[in-house]
């Protein structure tokens, strides 16, 4: 069973940064890709950025600039690192992963952004 374990989340204030990491159970060359999802309070679910096995990266047009997804592949772990937080940012976030249509959710972390 594939497990995806996220930490790195906390509070800040707006304009700081804070870098998430998602611990993957095997090897992440396994997956297609690996993406990170958010829900804020009363929102749906979003895809914020995604890597696939090609190292090829996407993220939504609100966090371009702001936002940058990694991998380190000798530990198996996706970064998200995140830069200039704006209150609009704070949700819960997830470490997602997929191999064909199978797929893999983490527990999620809170990211709060204070103004």
């Known amino acids: 069973q594939v497990q995806l374990v996220e930490s790195g989340g906390g509070l800040v204030q707006a304009g700081g940064s804070l870098r998430l990491s998602c611990a993957a159970s095997e090897n992440i060359f396994n997956f297609n890709a690996m993406a990170w999802y958010r829900q804020g309070p009363g929102k749906e679910r979003e895809l914020v950025a995604r890597i696939n096995v090609g190292g090829v990266t996407t993220y939504v047009d609100s966090v371009k600039g702001r936002f940058t997804i990694s991998r380190e592949n000798a530990v198996n772990t996706v970064y998200l690192q995140m830069n200039r937080l704006g209150p609009e940012d704070t949700a819960l976030f997830f470490c997602?992963?997929?191999?064909?249509?199978?797929?893999?959710w983490g527990q999620g972390t809170p990211v709060t952004v204070s103004s």
């Open positions: 997602h992963a997929n191999i064909l249509s199978s797929q893999f």
